[in-house]
């Protein structure tokens, strides 16, 4: 069967690559078509028809500032889709340009399956009947998205969190110090800037700047795939701060604590029981609006989860150096706040399960498909 898989951002490339290879172990004449990144063709053995690094544009102004290069890429993936006619169109999260092309599939009679559902309890409560009208099958990460989907009427399927698959393969380096040339004496301060050009320039300044307030310890940054070394250099105020590429869970592995730009990182960090503090920085603009429309109470993943201020959230005009460095100047010395934040860290563990979920995704994408050959 043919899979035309779509991921738009670094994370959702990561959790379609585990997909991919949870669907040739089903499937083994399976054909892929893909949207995404490194991983995904690593993965698929095939060439993306976009790359995310062309995709990924997070905040109102952002995306209304990028508006051509949305609509040329909304214009190819649509033609192709069309043009491909797969057995599944397997949609990754990225809501705001999947959802236009599950309505573009379904005109054209292509199922469409939705792995990792949008974030509408968040903020766009009445997207869902859109999702109702041009998605098949919907497949949830999180485990209090079953019950929204439930009040709304739909059936949808509760598959675990995909990074817990990728967690439970990682092979740690026992030389990772030395295959990185950092410091054995000095404890490490992970920095995951986030993935986007527009994270990274907002966020790795500060970051930068905390790192002097620190002087025995090394901070690291986790490089993002779709980046080189040099491309980091313009944000750290001068500072040497070295970075790693595909190395992350190697990273978190050996620090003492980390400074995380909200996202899947923050799930990740907390999944490795790293101590950390959550920032984010956007357009102001973009804030705004979000702020007037979101209904829920936290930003990161760990506290959505949890229901609770499990690490500290430090957003906009609060993310200052000072601020966060007292936060981290917490995480690495007090031993009852670090033990409270382990603590959080259990109750998430408990909340979100075992691995299995792409092995779980793959098996009920398979099933479905030759359900409707019959």
């Not at 490339?13 to 089903?26: E, P, Q």
């Not at 700047?209 to 993002?224: N, T």
């Not at 702020?291 to 109470?297: D, G, Q």
Request: aromatic letters at 8%; charged letters at 25%; proline letters at 5%.
């Amino acid at each position: 069967m043919k899979y035309y898989i779509i991921a738009g951002e670094s994370s959702g490339d990561l959790h379609g690559a585990t997909l991919i290879r949870s669907l040739k172990v089903l499937d083994t004449a399976a054909r892929f078509v893909i949207v995404g990144g490194d991983r995904m063709r690593e993965a698929s053995g095939e060439e993306p028809l976009l790359h995310t690094s062309s995709m990924s544009f997070m905040g109102f102004v952002e995306v209304l500032a990028n508006i051509r290069t949305v609509a040329r890429n909304l214009k190819t993936v649509r033609q192709s889709v069309e043009a491909e006619r797969p057995d599944a169109l397997i949609l990754i999260d990225f809501p705001g340009f999947n959802l236009k092309i599950a309505e573009h599939a379904k005109k054209h009679g292509i199922r469409v399956h939705y792995y990792i559902s949008p974030k509408v309890w968040a903020w766009n409560e009445k997207r869902v009947n859109t999702i109702k009208r041009v998605v098949d099958r919907l497949y949830c990460i999180l485990p209090f998205e079953v019950e929204f989907y439930k009040k709304w009427g739909m059936r949808v399927d509760y598959v675990g969190n995909p990074l817990l698959d990728a967690i439970s393969a990682f092979e740690p380096d026992p030389d990772f110090r030395q295959t990185h040339n950092l410091r054995q004496d000095r404890p490490i301060i992970a920095l995951l800037p986030g993935s986007r050009k527009m994270e990274i320039g907002r966020l790795l300044p500060l970051m930068a700047r905390v790192s002097r307030m620190f002087p025995i310890h090394q901070f690291v940054i986790a490089g993002a795939p779709n980046f080189t070394a040099q491309d980091y250099r313009p944000y750290l105020d001068g500072e040497d701060i070295p970075v790693v590429f595909d190395a992350t869970y190697d990273l978190l592995k050996n620090a003492e604590a980390a400074i995380v730009t909200s996202g899947t990182a923050t799930l990740e960090t907390a999944l490795f029981r790293v101590p950390q503090v959550v920032v984010y920085k956007a357009n102001p603009l973009s804030v705004a609006i979000a702020r007037s429309v979101i209904k829920v109470r936290f930003i990161s993943l760990v506290n959505l989860i949890t229901d609770m201020l499990s690490v500290r959230e430090l957003i906009q005009k609060d993310a200052t150096p000072d601020a966060v460095a007292d936060e981290l100047h917490l995480l690495i010395n007090d031993q009852a706040y670090r033990d409270n934040i382990l603590e959080n860290y259990d109750l998430l563990a408990e909340k979100v399960g075992e691995p299995g979920a792409s092995a779980r995704t793959a098996q009920l994408i398979v099933e479905d498909l030759r359900a409707e050959q019959k």
